[in-house]
């Protein structure tokens, strides 16, 4: 099974920056996708960004412009470049991950979320 370890929340201020990254390891043939989220006190969670094993990426409309995700292949990795971060960004982070098994099926896998608490 594959698992993922975020790091990189912490406490900002507004107008801040923070790196998030997140890399996959276990048993698994390849990764498909790899994906933020975020989910905010009693809101849902919401997609943040993504990006395929190609490269091609897509924001939520919130965040364009201001966030910068990037993947690692050789590491299995993925980073989320946050800056001029808002108090609305205020969230735990989530990790995601669509893996490849050898037998060709694939699954969703989540990490255990990270904070980011943006704030004067």
């Known amino acids: 099974q594959a698992h993922l370890v975020e790091s990189g929340g912490g406490l900002v201020q507004p107008g801040g920056s923070l790196r998030l990254s997140c890399a996959a390891s276990g048993y698994f043939h390849s990764i498909d996708t790899m994906a933020w989220y975020r989910q905010a006190a009693g809101k849902g969670r919401e997609l943040v960004a993504i990006i395929t094993s190609g490269g091609a990426t897509n924001y939520a409309d919130s965040v364009k412009g201001r966030f910068t995700i990037s993947g690692d292949n050789a590491k299995n990795a993925v980073f989320l470049q946050m800056i001029s971060l808002k108090p609305e960004d205020t969230a735990v982070y989530y990790c995601?991950?669509?893996?490849?098994?050898?037998?060709?099926?694939?699954?969703?896998?989540w990490g255990q979320g990270t904070q980011v608490t943006v704030s004067s």
């Open positions: 995601n991950a669509v893996v490849w098994t050898l037998g060709r099926e694939y699954y969703e896998i």
